[in-house]
């Protein structure tokens, strides 16, 4: 029984010293474990710490990028919009243009010019978007009902912005109530000429976060807009004033067309006149020299000898008469056009022989030279009369005013289309102040000879005009007491070249 | 069955739907329409282009919503409007209904009634899948899906997103018809001989510890790990309370919460949309009391690879669905229908571009793709072996492959 118990005993004490072994090892376990959950959490913690670090850093990162991309957005729109502003020089245009090129893509959909009308104190608006037509009305409406506060941002011109006014919050919720936005940039337009205004822009998004970036954008694309209106009314003030002298041109040439018209009307009617009267003097004239002549043939009674004398003066004066008339109306129908010239291929060396030869015995009388000194054949396509009109005219005024002894050359060269006839003389020349006067009608120069010798003045004006007739001009060079040289151009016969053969 | 889809991009409305509606006529043949889907940018959004899409393709069953852009297989559009045209060839049972006033029925109600008026008008054979659009600026619209599901089940496949417009919240729009609806909500809901494929990414991942969520109710965090929900994002941002209450929903749509639940491979994604001065998270979307969630973290070229995800889990359950197998050649894709939230469209900006050619990575470029950007996307998370329960979800994109 005692052993028993003893046993029992030995073995109760072992399971204890078993158990509490046991026990002392489990706790050693447990104790080990729950070191390791507590490494195990402080790793944890260690990495929740380094998650921080990484959201924080990935948050900065975002929102760098964020603002990069902003930026860029801004710098690519701003572009877009300085080349559309840059495009066009008419000041409706510049707001068009604008609205065609996004400018919400700065990120602010409700976007509102105005400009201060300085003549009738009030904000007009020049272009919006985001609003619709009955929004703009009542937005300007009350915009002027509180004028004082946009006009002195006007003067500050300075850009505010709802970052700008956050100390401000008065004036800040005065524009969001305004404009009916959360976000907003308002910046003077200031061009040199003309109005001022402000360009708004906003937004009702709540997303929005504005930045000092949108600030500066907008500050940007107001001077632009305003550099592009000083360019618009810049050009405007010189297109106006290039239209009013292009008007005051216009002005001018139809005074001066309708001025000619009256001077060519006048000529016209002088020429006419001039007809007119000279065909009423000519019969007149005709009878009187008849009756002379019949007189002074004495077919009607002796007459006395100085009345024949008288009657030969008669006789002579009607000549002149008679010649000054019929010089007055070849000159009026060649300015009128009525004389048709004749063209035809002519020598001109016949010309100015059989000329020369007509005024020989003149020029043998006065002792004076008269030498054709042509080098070549030349062959002109002239009335061949009235050519010969010419010469004469031009030969006789030189016989005319060229002392004894003194010489006139003919000569004559090619030039161009024409051939060039000079009728040169040693004669008393002409005063420079008289060179272009005298192939005006009658025009005298005044010198001793004019002033002994009859004429009409009409010989000169007559050669002018036939000349002219054949497409060609006339000129003169003098010097007093040296001689003159008249010189003028006759259309050449067009000589066929081995090409135009061909 | 059979699709055309059209898109109008000239300024003008009218033209516009013209421009769109004639395309997809053209490129449905001479095939009955039995139904039109219909997306546009919310400045597009009046009653005259109803009116127009009527006149143009007469009296059919129109359903849609408004956007703040449209996504189609020709590219991702700020100011148009996308048309689909179904042609069922019998193959396929439609329904399509509305509810109105979900503000003041409140969106469960609202998603409750939708599910009855849905079914009670559906004629015949299984219901497959109901595709369900909401308007966007209604507060707790994450409960509409909950009153749909009362109705259809938990795990009924469900598709569809919260219309959006200019992304100012203000006004939204849902089509129907010849109506132009604003709180609202329509739906159609499929049904017969027809194969369908779901796909759900967002393209974030998880980083940091595991936290709880110890105490909350609907949209609210009060506590995490006993502690005021905010301390999660002063503690990850170093920010403080005050700068958080005017920061954190533009934090929160890089940086969500990822709600992790039981046998889903994703995180649901919550943004927080405000804090309440007790330090609570209000959330975009219910919250469950006791998940585990971790904060989210992207990047623009996971939210792009998303889409191409979203679209191949699409592609490859469709071939489950008509297969029973994904070893299968895909079958022909007839509309990936699409539902992309709109913080990818704000964020990806000119990169979104990138996100449609995803899509057609895995579809090929001349499958009809027909979407529209989103401010919540309902759909199931990809579920472990069944398409899974359906959530209100965010910052997601969801596609839906429709095969004959």
Redesign the interface.
């Known amino acids: 029984m005692s052993n028993t118990i003893y046993f029992l005993g030995l073995a109760g004490f072992s399971a204890i010293i078993y158990l509490s072994i046991t026990l002392i090892t489990k706790m050693e376990r447990v104790k080990l474990l729950q070191q390791n959950v507590r490494k195990l959490e402080g790793v944890l913690n260690e990495l929740d710490e380094q998650a921080k670090l990484i959201v924080r850093t990935d948050m900065e990162l975002n929102r760098t990028q964020e603002d990069l991309d902003k930026k860029i957005r801004d710098l690519y729109a701003l572009h877009r919009l300085s080349q559309t502003i840059s495009t066009t020089l008419e000041e409706s245009q510049i707001f068009k243009r604008i609205r065609e090129s996004h400018p919400d893509e700065l990120g602010f959909e409700k976007i509102l010019l105005i400009f201060w009308d300085y003549k009738e104190k009030k904000f007009h608006a020049s272009m919006t978007m985001g609003y619709t037509q009955e929004n703009t009305d009542s937005l300007l409406f009350n915009l002027n009902l509180d004028k004082e506060f946009y006009v002195s941002l006007l003067k500050s011109e300075r850009t505010i912005s709802s970052l700008s006014l956050q100390e401000d919050l008065t004036s800040r919720e005065k524009v969001n109530n305004m404009f009916e936005v959360i976000s907003f940039v308002i910046s003077p337009v200031l061009p040199k000429e003309g109005n001022h205004g402000l360009l708004f822009m906003g937004t009702d998004s709540p997303e929005k976060a504005l930045t000092e970036g949108d600030e500066e954008s907008i500050t940007i694309l107001a001077n632009q807009i305003g550099q592009g209106l000083e360019n618009a009314r810049l050009f405007e003030t010189a297109w106006n004033a290039q239209q009013e002298a292009e008007a005051k041109a216009d002005e001018k040439t139809r005074e001066s067309t309708m001025a000619l018209e009256q001077v060519e009307k006048i000529s016209r009617r002088k020429s006419e006149f001039i007809s007119a009267v000279a065909h009423e003097l000519r019969t007149p004239l005709t009878s009187i020299k008849g009756y002379a002549a019949i007189l002074a043939t004495g077919k009607l009674g002796e007459i006395p000898q100085a009345v024949k004398e008288r009657l030969e003066k008669v006789n002579l004066h009607a000549d002149e008469l008679v010649n000054l008339i019929n010089d007055l109306l070849d000159i009026s129908r060649l300015e009128s056009g009525k004389t048709i010239i004749h063209f035809e291929p002519a020598d001109l060396k016949n010309i100015t022989d059989k000329v020369a030869d007509m005024l020989s015995v003149q020029a043998k009388e006065k002792g004076i030279e008269i030498v054709v000194n042509l080098q070549q054949d030349h062959s002109v396509n002239v009335d061949r009369l009235q050519t010969e009109r010419v010469f004469i005219n031009l030969i006789s005024n030189a016989l005319k005013f060229t002392p004894a002894q003194g010489k006139i050359t003919i000569s004559a060269h090619p030039k161009k289309d024409f051939v060039q006839i000079d009728i040169a003389d040693t004669g008393i020349g002409i005063p420079p102040e008289a060179q272009e006067a005298i192939f005006e009608e009658f025009y005298r120069v005044d010198n001793s000879i004019n002033q002994d010798t009859k004429g009409t003045g009409l010989g000169l004006s007559l050669v002018k005009n036939i000349i002219e007739a054949h497409g060609g001009t006339i000129w003169v060079k003098s010097k007093p007491q040296e001689g003159s040289c008249f010189s003028f151009l006759l259309p050449a016969v067009e000589t066929l070249t081995p090409d135009k053969e061909a | 069955m059979k699709v055309g889809i059209g898109v109008g991009t000239q300024r003008d409305i009218l033209s516009c739907v013209k421009e769109a509606a004639e395309q997809a006529r053209s490129k449905l043949g001479k095939s009955r329409i039995d139904l039109a889907i219909l997306f546009s940018s919310a400045d597009m959004a009046s009653p005259s282009l109803l009116k127009t899409a009527s006149e143009k393709l007469g009296d059919i069953s129109l359903v849609g919503c408004s956007g703040a852009a449209v996504i189609s297989s020709l590219g991702i559009h700020h100011h148009a409007l996308a048309i689909a045209l179904i042609s069922s060839e019998d193959t396929v049972t439609l329904n399509t209904s509305y509810v109105k006033d979900v503000s003041s029925k409140t969106p469960f109600t609202a998603g409750r009634e939708l599910s009855d008026k849905i079914q009670m008008d559906f004629r015949s054979g299984h219901k497959e899948l109901l595709t369900v659009f909401s308007d966007g600026t209604i507060n707790d619209s994450y409960k509409f899906i909950l009153g749909l599901q009362e109705n259809f089940g938990t795990i009924f496949p469900m598709i569809g997103g919260l219309a959006s417009d200019?992304?100012?919240?203000r006004k939204t729009y849902l089509y129907f018809n010849r109506t132009l609806l604003n709180d609202a909500a329509t739906g159609i809901l499929w049904g017969g001989k027809f194969s369908f494929g779901l796909g759900i990414r967002h393209g974030f991942s998880p980083?940091?510890?595991h936290r709880v969520i110890t105490r909350g109710h609907d949209n609210i965090i009060e506590t995490i790990n006993n502690k005021p929900a905010v301390s999660l994002y002063e503690?990850?941002?170093?920010m403080s309370f005050s700068q958080l209450k005017s920061e954190i929903r533009?934090?929160s749509r890089?940086?969500p919460i990822g709600v992790y639940l039981d046998n889903e491979k994703e995180y649901l994604i919550r943004c927080v949309t405000g804090v309440e001065e007790n330090g609570s998270l209000i959330c975009r979307g219910d919250i469950m009391n006791g998940a585990t969630l971790r904060?989210m973290?992207g990047t623009k070229e996971r939210f792009i690879e998303a889409a191409g995800q979203a679209t191949e889990d699409a592609k490859q359950d469709l071939t489950m669905a008509k297969f029973g197998t994904t070893y299968e050649q895909s079958p022909k894709v007839d509309l990936a229908l699409v539902f992309s939230s709109a913080f990818r469209y704000?964020f990806l900006?000119k990169n979104i571009v990138e996100e449609l050619k995803e899509m057609q990575r895995s579809l090929g470029s001349t499958t009809p793709i027909l979407g529209v950007y989103t401010y919540g996307e309902f759909a199931p998370l990809k579920g472990v072996g069944s398409k899974g329960q359906a959530y209100y979800q965010n910052n997601s994109i969801a596609v839906l492959t429709l095969g004959s």
Not at chain 2, 166 to 169: D, G, I, S, V
Not at chain 2, 235 to 238: L, N, Q, R, V
């Open positions: 200019n992304l100012r919240f980083i940091g510890k503690e990850y941002f170093a533009t934090i890089i940086y904060m973290i704000t900006k």
